[in-house]
Nanobody
Framework: QVQLVESGGGVVQAGGSLRLSCAASGRTFSSYSMGWFRQAPGKEREFVARISWSGTSTWYGDSVKGRFTISRDNAKNTVYLEMNSLKPEDTAVYYC?????????WGQGTQVTVSS
């Protein structure tokens, strides 16, 4: 089982940057594909980014391509989301996700608010 704890959320002005972190428990972190999703009030959960277990492959949602960067440090059991050029529409609760063999784990989420 994997436990995920997100951190790094907060309030930032439009055009600013934030870096989210997701710390995972367990010795099998490096075998999981890791991702970030977000959910704004009244909207469905949206895919943001994913990184393969090795870190060699990444995927991004269309709305964040070119602005967000996902990375991981398997030695620290941590995945990151670097968010630049933030927009008010990026405001949401951001969730970390670990996936492997058809199963998935979720963190509790961290709030990101971008003011205009």
């Amino acid at each position: 089982q994997v436990q995920l704890v997100e951190s790094g959320g907060g309030v930032v002005q439009a055009g600013g940057s934030l870096r989210l972190s997701c710390a995972a428990s367990g010795r099998t972190f490096s075998s999981y594909s890791m991702g970030w999703f977000r959910q704004a009030p009244g909207k469905e959960r949206e895919f943001v980014a994913r990184i393969s277990w090795s870190g060699t492959s990444t995927w991004y949602g269309d709305s964040v391509k070119g602005r967000f960067t996902i990375s991981r440090d398997n030695a620290k059991n941590t995945v990151y989301l670097e968010m630049n050029s933030l927009k008010p529409e990026d405001t949401a609760v951001y969730y970390c996700n670990a996936a492997r063999d058809g199963g998935a784990y979720w963190g509790q989420g961290t709030q990101v608010t971008v003011s205009s």
